[in-house]
């Protein structure tokens, strides 16, 4: 039984030496691995030191306290922690660690005369925790550069090689000075900050509850202060590591999209400032977010930027400059934004904004309600189609090459920007607030461009506008009763390379209250050369273009009426005795052509038919006898009209 005792006491003796052995060899290598950790930030030329290391083994937690980092020879940064506490601390492997939870206490990042901006910025996070992280236990070396693409990409790499089930803070404030550019100072505030689901710089769901900011804005005259109050905002599927990849000056040569985020939605949001400007919007929406490497090069765009903002950069540096952001904007993708009802104030009342929206390149505002000082103005809808902010930023680099005014090819140019436009639902004061312009469709587009020139267009109008009084050319529909005009015109005209013909069809304008019009024509071996801005080489190209089939349709909805009404106050008649005048004097005239043009005899004879009765259809159709060269046609137009249109034959008829 003695023995039982005495070999009971040794082991529990050896137990106990077992277990404090093993706990001052945790502490140990606790200690050690935080002290390499600081060495290797002082050995780079930074200050790093801590205060109270403790490990205790039950509950493998490690606490560190009062740690101070400046890191690089060139001091821009410092970081302060009041305390870490780590609980379930485990070594995974030589290089990497988890804890079932990191608690971060007092966290302060300090950034000083960073960038030519000489930004000075601070971020402090009084509680931070993460759940379920695993990561290095040495982190890598900090740059030295000064640059501020360097530091975001560093941390960006640190932040790709944890993984945490959670991130949580309560608080995040962010202070910023700039106060030698036109971006000013301010402070922003997020509250409810969390991350769900951090994988190696990938993350599920971030989310902030609240973003209180306010900016002090330098500007001439009277300073302004901005403030905003922006709600809800969630970030669905990030991926720093594309961030990364497009910092990364190894990567300049991967010209493959990576997506950033999938969603960024917020909102409300309201902006205000002192000088009595007031934003609200219901909220934004921002999908399937890409960036190109080889496109998207930040550090070029902040190259440019000059350290002294008073110089103004010559007009080779503006290009430049432009040219950089044009390739930053192609290295930029963005699926779809979507911005919901907006609100602002101005000197005139509120305007409001229904929705702005951008998908697939196409860029549109609607629901436009807002005060103008002639009345309200209203849109239902403006939309700009196949949009490219990088061709814009290139098109108007290119006008202010070498100071000079932009050629004819440089303004056609903006043809490249964009395919088309379109506006609808306009309702706009006309000089005053008693009269308005309604467009139902301003629609134009264009394509298959030669140059810089389109060979396909459509245009469509449809609108009702009032006359003018102040207008010579409208008086006589105002003395007629006529007080709007109701256009209704579409165009649509087209070339074909292969074949070298060029239709214009359907061209139609209808004036609603007065008449409509159609026309058909065809042109035949249209060279490609004719789609220049030079003139020379247009003229010359020109040559060679034929005339085809041309038909013609007018329909008479009060046109006739009104010109029978002029012609009376004119000759003083009776409107009959005014109709029955304008039908002989196109007879007279129809038989002074019948000697050396009977067809147009017969067309002169519809016309009058056309004139004695309202409401009729007048159609012609000219086909040329042979080949007729547009040039020659037009120049003996000018001169001898019966001759011109004795190279066709002239069809005519009239009918209800």
Not at 642 to 650: H, P, S, T, Y
């Amino acid at each position: 039984m003695k023995r039982i005792l005495i070999g009971l006491v040794a082991l529990i003796v050896l137990a106990a030496g077992g277990w404090f052995g093993l706990d001052l060899y945790a502490r140990h290598r606790a200690t050690a691995e935080v002290e390499a950790t600081f060495d290797r930030i002082r050995s780079s030329g930074g200050k790093a030191s801590y205060g109270k290391l403790g490990f205790d083994l039950p509950t493998r937690t490690l606490t560190i306290e009062d740690i101070a980092i400046t890191p690089g020879d060139k001091p821009q940064a410092q970081i302060k922690i009041a305390g870490i506490k780590g609980t379930g601390v485990r070594l995974i492997d030589d290089t990497t660690f988890s804890a079932d939870s990191i608690d971060v206490a007092g966290f302060e990042v300090a950034l000083d005369q960073v960038g030519a901006a000489k930004l000075k910025a601070s971020y402090k996070i009084p509680q931070l925790t993460l759940r379920d992280y695993a990561g290095p236990v040495r982190v890598g070396d900090p740059p030295t550069s000064g640059s501020l693409i360097d530091l975001y990409r560093y941390v960006l790499e640190q932040y790709a090689s944890i993984t945490a089930s959670s991130v949580t803070a309560p608080t995040l404030t962010m202070t910023f000075d700039a106060s030698g550019s036109a971006a000013g100072n301010g402070e922003t505030a997020y509250s409810g900050l969390a991350i769900q689901n951090l994988k190696r710089g990938k993350v599920e769901a971030m989310k902030a509850n609240r973003a209180v900011f306010t900016i002090d804005v330098p500007q001439p005259g009277k300073p302004d202060k901005l403030t905003g109050d922006l709600s809800n905002m969630i970030v669905n599927d990030f991926d720093a590591t594309a961030i990364a990849a497009a910092l990364d000056p190894q990567k300049t040569g991967d010209d493959n999209y990576h997506r950033v985020y999938r969603q960024i939605s917020a909102g409300p949001y309201v902006l205000k400032s002192t000088q009595g400007m007031r934003m609200e919007i219901e909220g934004i929406n921002f999908e399937d977010i890409a960036v190109r490497p080889s496109k998207f090069r930040s550090a070029d765009i902040l190259a440019l930027m000059p350290a002294d903002r008073s110089i103004v950069p010559t007009a080779a540096q503006s290009r430049e400059m432009m040219e950089k952001v044009a390739g930053f904007y192609e290295g930029l993708r963005i699926g779809r934004i979507e911005i919901g009802k907006t609100s602002m104030g101005t000197p005139q009342g509120t305007a409001r904004i229904n929705a702005v929206r951008y998908r697939e390149g196409e860029f549109a505002v609607e629901g436009v309600d807002t005060p103008s000082p002639q009345g309200q103005f209203k849109m239902e809808r403006f939309a700009l189609k196949s949009f490219s902010a990088a061709n814009l930023m290139r098109w108007a680099a290119g006008l202010g090459a070498q100071g000079k005014v932009p050629s004819p090819d440089q303004m056609l140019g903006l043809f490249r920007v964009l395919e088309g436009a379109e506006i609808k639902g306009v309702v706009a004061p006309y000089k005053s607030a008693r009269q308005f312009v309604t467009i139902d469709t301003l629609s134009l587009n264009w394509g298959q461009l030669v140059g810089s020139i389109p060979s396909k267009a459509n245009l469509v109008v449809k609108m009702v506008a009032p006359t003018d009084p102040a207008s010579p050319a409208q008086r006589p529909l105002i003395m007629a009763g006529v007080d709007k005009l109701a256009i209704n015109l579409d165009l649509g005209a087209a070339w074909t390379e292969s074949s070298g013909a060029f239709a214009l069809a359907p061209a139609t304008i209808d004036l609603g209250n007065l008449a409509k019009a159609q026309a058909r024509f065809a042109l035949a071996n249209v060279p490609r050369g004719v789609f220049t801005t030079d003139p020379v080489q247009a003229m010359s190209d020109a040559g060679r273009i034929e005339a085809g089939a041309i038909e013609l349709s007018l329909r008479d909805s009060g046109a006739v009426d009104l010109v029978v009404a002029q012609f009376s106050r004119i000759q003083n008649v009776s409107r009959d005795a005014a109709r029955s005048a304008i039908v002989e004097m196109i007879q007279a005239q129809g038989e002074k052509l019948a000697a050396s043009n009977p067809d147009a005899k017969a067309a002169a004879g519809a016309l009058a038919d056309f004139v004695a009765t309202s409401g009729q259809t007048l159609s012609l159709k000219l086909t040329p006898h042979g080949k007729v060269p547009v040039v020659q046609f037009m120049d003996v137009m000018n001169r001898e009209p019966i001759v011109a249109l004795g190279q066709f034959k002239i069809e005519a008829s009239t009918g209800l």
